[in-house]
């Protein structure tokens, strides 16, 4: 098995612009979360999907964040615009029933 | 709320001591607890998950253990190697969501 796969493993922009990172869970999950890992604030959850739908999106901070999930087999989070605060590792997880297996995560820098 | 603490921040020992990283959470009901390792630049590794029924779990030279009614669970390393140097994060399931605690950044020198 493959793991959960993100894409891209780092991204730099500028402010203003729009980002989108991509995720590809474990075949045969039913449940993607989003996380966002910085120093000041550890990881904190975005948003979680189960079976491609949005079940808790209270920890998206505002307006310019967004998710979705099409199918099963991909997800993405979209910032748009950008900017030098929403630098931090983005992580994508993927579950089935019992424990919740990460990706190598997003590093993005917003200058 | 669910919030969890872990203690301590940093830990520094030299190779071959038995170690134990503390986490706490103020929810006692909880789903699962799991033990991760962040290498640094790294993505998480799970290293030990333990069922809200269960008391404690074991993997080689890791055991972790879970005390729901106090709150607590402690992950216990035997014969600590430099190669256990990373960050330890102890994490609660809450209904589907894990709610992460700050981390024992751990060094093992030879």
């Known amino acids: 098995d493959a793991g959960v796969i993100q894409s891209p493993r780092h991204e730099v922009t500028e402010m203003g612009q729009e980002v989108t990172l991509r995720c590809k869970p474990i075949s045969g999950h039913n449940s993607l979360f989003w996380y966002r890992q910085t120093m000041m604030r550890g990881l904190e959850l975005l948003i979680y999907f189960n079976n491609n739908v949005p079940i808790d999106d209270s920890g998206m901070p505002e307006d310019r964040f967004s998710a979705k999930m099409p199918n099963a087999s991909f997800s993405t989070l979209k910032i748009q615009p950008s900017e030098p605060r929403d630098s931090a590792v983005y992580f994508c997880a993927s579950s089935l029933s019992r424990g919740k297996y990460f990706g190598p995560g997003t590093r993005l820098t917003v200058t | ?110």
């Open chain 2, 1 to 110: 709320k669910q919030e969890v603490t872990q203690i301590p921040a940093a830990l520094s020992v030299p190779e071959g001591e038995n170690l134990v990283l503390n986490c706490s959470f103020t929810d006692s009901a909880i789903y699962n607890l799991q033990w991760f390792r962040q290498d640094p630049g790294k993505g998480l590794t799970s290293l030990l998950l333990i069922q809200s029924s269960q008391r404690e779990q074991t993997s080689g030279r890791l055991n972790a253990s879970l005390d729901k009614s106090s709150g607590r669970s402690t992950l216990y390393i035997a014969a600590s190697q430099p190669g256990d140097s990373a960050t330890y994060l102890c994490a609660v399931e809450d209904t589907d969501k894990l709610i992460f605690g700050t981390g024992t950044r751990l060094q093992v020198f030879p």
